[in-house]
């Protein structure tokens, strides 16, 4: 029995020895195999063949050192890794190695020195593994990073750094610097905090704006801040919490634009608005006590003295009370005008067709016997401050029922053209038109094209509409365009290149191009207003619109 025990003791090695060779030979992953003391391939195996691209008979028996590159073998790398590892008991390398084929991998190479019962090396075990792949992430990686330092080091005119989940400052750009004063050496590990005034520091405003951060992941703040000389500068902040793959906060990054000038230039033209409103409220008071005189003192006269005045006494008169009533309308448009350009938005949307209609109701209990045929196309919704878009359409409506009333069969279009995902809105009428040459006045105060005893009016109106639609959309300036087929009722001869535009009537064709400003251009043509004798159509663009876009209508 005990011989049978030890029997099979004796062979458990060689059992062992053997499993583990075919576990080594069967290894794919990991190139494992031995080198002689003179670095000559002894074995080989399964993940050696697939990495490397040899079959065993073809590489046993050759120097480690032809799967280096050239430049390795002349520098003598290979050697040096052997007596490394023949010194130390073991030597580790990454770097690029050579398959078969040519093709270069990048490997983690261990080598071990071997050892017989004397201490003296007799070979080396080596095991390499193939890491192209992590090392092209990680090269991409390294890219990234490197091409987020280059873009944040060019930015001029915003702080861009990082803190830490401490909220202590964990990089710095070259614009941090500029605004705040701090080199990267001063301020690197300090907490973010220093730049802010002391009154918020006591409040604790710097760690509550980072718990909003990581609760929110967002949180931007305008304020006082501080620069290491001490001055304070008004800045726009925004704080970002930065997680990793298993959402864990890794830190924040933090981007500041010093905001000192739009503060001041803010501040000046609030005051600036403050002295235009009591001026105009003044003036206002001042100029309408002697026009209420005047036309006091003129309505006694047709009272108590009208028997003793011949017909140009009361034409005179009549005169004198229509010019007191124009004045003050005049005041009252100057005010409205003054005041649109001040006050807030409130956007909402807003349903432009049954705005219309009520314009038009409004008009028609107005305009007496004359009956103007109206043509209301469907119109898409907006979004923008309704009393001030009806303000709009007031103008514009009410300029089309004015300007064709002495028509014949006065008529007056309101639509919209819509392209994409843009909508222009337009109003036309077949009115007594206007002279293409004097178009640029259409939009300033009091810039009239007919006379007081043609056509009555005060000269704002289209001013007021081109202001409200440059406080929904921006400071651009539009430009009218006409192209008149012949002659139209007041003599004036069509510009050269437009005869035959229309065949039967006199039309004239407007449209409305962006000029200076944000607006642009659809299809190369602008904004269609259509055709028809149109007087004073203003293509109106409506909407929500986004940072840094504007004209367009985006539909609700």
């Known amino acids: 029995m005990l011989a049978k025990r030890a029997e099979a003791a004796t062979a458990t090695p060689r059992e062992s020895g053997d499993s583990f060779r075919l576990l080594v030979e069967d290894v794919r992953d990991y190139a494992i195999f031995m080198l002689d003391g003179a670095g000559r391939v002894s074995t080989w195996n399964a993940g050696a063949q697939r990495i490397k691209g040899y079959r065993a008979e073809e590489i046993v028996g050759q120097h480690f050192s032809r799967f280096y590159p050239p430049e390795a073998v002349a520098a003598g790398r290979p050697a040096r890794l052997l007596a490394l590892a023949a010194r130390e008991g073991r030597a580790e390398d990454e770097g ?17 020195a071997m050892r017989d019962s004397d201490g003296a090396v007799i070979g080396f075990a080596k095991v390499t593994r193939d890491l192209t792949e992590r090392k092209e992430v990680e090269d991409a990686l390294r890219r990234s990073e490197q091409t987020f ?8 005119d915003y702080a861009i750094f990082m803190l830490d989940t401490e909220g202590r400052v964990a990089s710095w750009n070259a614009s941090a610097e500029r605004i705040k004063g701090y080199s990267a050496q001063e301020i690197l590990g300090q907490h973010f905090s220093t730049f802010y005034p002391p009154e918020d520091v006591a409040q604790g405003k710097p760690g509550w704006e980072l718990e909003i951060a990581e609760r929110e992941g967002r949180h931007e703040d305008e304020g006082w801040r501080v620069r290491k000389d001490g001055t304070r500068f008004w800045a726009n902040a925004v704080i970002n919490a930065m ?21 001041r230039v803010e501040q000046a033209l609030a005051q600036s608005n403050q002295e235009l409103e009591r001026f105009s409220y003044s003036v206002s008071h001042d100029l309408r006590a002697p026009l209420r005189a005047i036309n006091g003192f003129a309505q006694a006269l047709v009272e108590g003295h009208a028997a003793r005045l011949d017909e140009e006494g009361k034409r005179l008169l009549s005169v004198i009370r229509e010019s007191a009533k124009l004045g003050g309308q005049l005041i009252d448009a100057l005010l409205n005008f003054s005041r649109v350009g001040r006050q807030a938005l409130a956007r909402a949307p807003v349903d432009l067709r049954a705005l219309a209609e009520s314009v038009v109701a409004e008009l028609r209990q107005t305009q007496g016997t004359v009956a103007v045929e109206v043509v209301l196309a469907p119109l898409p919704p907006a979004s923008g401050d309704r009393a001030l878009l009806r303000q709009v359409l007031v103008n514009l409506i009410g300029n089309a029922f004015k300007f064709s009333a002495n028509r014949a069969h006065p008529k007056v279009e ?6 994409g995902s843009e909508v222009a809105y337009y109003v036309k009428d077949n009115g007594v038109g206007f002279d293409m040459q004097y178009a640029d006045k259409l939009f300033g105060v009091f810039h009239r094209l007919h006379r007081p005893d043609e056509f009555e009016g005060t000269g704002v109106g289209l001013a007021l509409a081109q202001r409200i639609i440059q406080r929904h959309f921006g400071v651009a300036r539009p430009k009218l365009r006409s192209k008149i087929g012949r002659r139209d009722d007041s003599g004036r001869a069509a510009p050269p290149g437009a005869q035959g535009l229309r065949r039967q009537t006199p039309d004239t064709i407007a449209r409305l191009e962006p000029g200076p400003g944000r607006y642009h251009r659809r299809n190369g043509r602008g904004c269609a207003l259509g055709p028809g004798r149109v007087l004073d159509a203003l293509c109106v663009q409506l909407g929500g619109v986004g940072a840094g876009r504007t004209g367009g209508t985006r539909r609700p």
């Open 96 to 112: 690029w190695r050579i398959r078969k084929d040519g093709s270069r991998f990048w490997a983690n190479v261990i080598i071990t």
């Open 243 to 263: 997680r990793d793959a298993h959402g864990g906060l890794v830190g924040f990054a933090k981007v500041t634009r010093d905001l000192t000038q739009r503060r």
């Open 149 to 156: 330092q280059l873009l944040t080091e060019s930015v001029q």
């Open 414 to 419: 309101i639509g919209a053209e819509q392209n």
